[in-house]
């Protein structure tokens, strides 16, 4: 992160794994559903699977919201994530700059 950045907090090792895991599950997820939306091939169960993909995205999305949403209350973080960064692999979250581009 920019040494001029305002530090606001530093997440615990388990909080940032827990971040990272979702974050990657979500990503996988979200690739795999556009690897299958792009795709010619076709199978019997596609359609199930692509509403079983999406229904995990979904759920992603919310243990994503909890997590915020505890990280948010325990540091005292601003409610709106557009002034913040994240650093997932440092766990450091600072006051983003109007010209500072997400690290999430």
Known sequence: MSTNSQQLAILESYEK????????RY?????LLETLDNSKII????DQL???INEDISECKEKK???WSIIQ????LPSDLRTIKLSILTGEIVKATPNSSKEV
């Open 17 to 24: 794994e827990k971040l990272y895991r979702v974050f990657r």
């Open 50 to 52: 692509v509403k079983k």
């Open 73 to 76: 209350k325990k540091y005292a």
């Open 65 to 67: 919201k909890g997590l």
């Open 27 to 31: 990503d996988a997820l979200y690739n």
């Open 43 to 46: 199978f019997e169960d596609k």
